[in-house]
Every structure is written in structure tokens, then in C-alpha cells.
């Protein structure tokens, strides 16, 4: 079995996030710096920024959701169903997928941030939320859940509580975190595979969505589901 476009980004973000803690050289170079894009047009930025991290917990979180989402196990992760529904354009579409979510998901960061100097940001979550919210567009009924929090609710109630309490961090501010990162790369995720699929597939994907959605009964949740 040939390396999976997961283990691959996960290998890859590692490598240079593990040299990038040890050398501010390098951080200063690849982090997403808006001024240093509108000023000095280093666009790479938006894609360079998701292969480091600010620390070892940052990187352990986001490439373990990369690789639970996205490379999954039996054939449940989002690049393996992505193989089945596009068949040898699946890898592809899947890496495109995730490297445009990264520049997709700092747009509005950048607007809203073009000329603040004191402004930086770091990691790959906005792409990995993409992977997620792809995984529950594909999968909407299959219980997902947080780490160390052994409760698992179907995906899209999970995904709905996500975006909401996102965008009410964001809101709020603070934290150090880019929660819009995560809301619009979840919702690149979501548009990017509706329209990959009425271009290179005939699978349905929303109206398989919305009909299994539609048998929902919120009793699973409280009888083992």
C-alpha cells in the first residue's frame, strides 16, 4: 500500500514545524503576516503558515484530527472516500482540497487585518477543518467527538455546535486563536466538495446528506448511537 496524501502532509507539516520551534528564523519567514503580503506581495505566506506550529500540543492536535478525518481507518476517512467517489482524481482533488483551504481560510483574516502590524497567525486548522467538514458532508450521521471527551453526537449536530461556538469566539476575540480560520475553512471544505463533485463525479453528494439527515431521530443520542 503506497503513502496516503495524509500521512504525506502530516510528514511534511511535522518536519518543518519540529525545525521551525527551534529556529525563529524560520517562523518569521512562513508565518501567515498580512502587512508582509500587501506590502511586500509574499502571497506564499497564506499557504506556508499551515506548516508550522506555535508549540508541540498546536501540532499533535491538528495532525491527529488530519489523520482521524482524513486518512481514517476501513475505509472512513475523507481521502479514502474521496478515492471511491472520484476514483484515480481522488488523491488529487483531496490534496487540492486541503492546500487551497489554506489560503481560502485567511482571506477574510486578511482584509480585516492588511495594515496591523502586530498581527501573525500559525497552523494548519483552517485546512484540517476542511477535511473535518468534508468527512461530515460524506458522513453526516457517524458520531464525532473531542478528544478526551468520550461523548459522541452525529456529525452534523457537531458540526453545526462547532460553527456556532466559533463564531462566537471570534466574536469575543482574544485567545490567541483565528477562530474565523476554522469557520471558513469548514465551509470551503463543504463548497469545495459539492462543486467537485457535479464536476467530476455523478454521486450526490448533498441530497445524500440531506436524506440521511432527514432519518434522524435525537433518541440515538441517548441509546449508545
Known amino acids: 500500500m503506497g503513502l496516503s496524501i495524509s500521512i504525506f502532509i502530516i510528514a511534511i507539516t511535522s518536519i518543518v514545524s519540529f525545525i521551525g520551534f527551534g529556529n525563529s528564523n524560520v517562523m518569521d519567514k512562513l508565518i501567515f503576516y498580512p502587512p508582509a503580503i500587501a506590502n511586500q506581495n509574499e502571497w506564499y505566506r497564506f499557504f506556508s503558515c499551515g506548516l508550522i506550529h506555535k508549540d508541540i500540543p498546536h501540532l499533535l492536535f491538528n495532525m491527529y484530527a488530519l489523520y482521524l478525518f482524513g486518512n481514517g481507518r476501513e475505509q472512513q476517512g475523507v481521502e479514502p472516500m474521496f478515492k471511491a467517489i472520484f476514483y484515480g482524481k481522488g488523491e488529487w482533488l483531496y490534496l487540492l482540497m486541503y492546500v487551497l483551504a489554506l489560503g481560502v481560510c485567511l482571506l477574510p483574516t486578511y482584509s480585516k487585518n492588511k495594515e496591523n ?109
Open 117 to 225: 502590524y502586530n498581527y501573525r497567525s500559525l497552523g494548519a486548522s483552517g485546512a484540517v477543518s476542511a477535511v473535518v467538514f468534508a468527512y461530515i458532508l460524506l458522513d453526516p450521521m457517524r458520531g464525532v467527538g473531542l478528544i478526551f471527551i468520550p461523548v459522541f453526537i452525529p456529525g452534523f449536530l457537531f458540526g453545526g455546535l462547532y460553527l456556532l461556538i466559533s463564531y462566537l469566539l471570534d466574536k469575543r476575540g482574544g485567545g490567541g486563536i483565528n477562530h474565523s480560520a476554522h469557520i471558513w475553512g469548514a465551509l470551503f471544505g463543504i463548497v469545495y466538495l459539492i462543486i467537485a463533485c457535479s464536476l467530476f463525479s455523478n454521486y450526490p453528494v448533498l441530497a445524500t446528506f440531506i436524506d440521511l439527515v432527514k432519518g434522524f431521530d435525537i433518541k440515538h443520542i441517548f441509546s449508545g448511537y
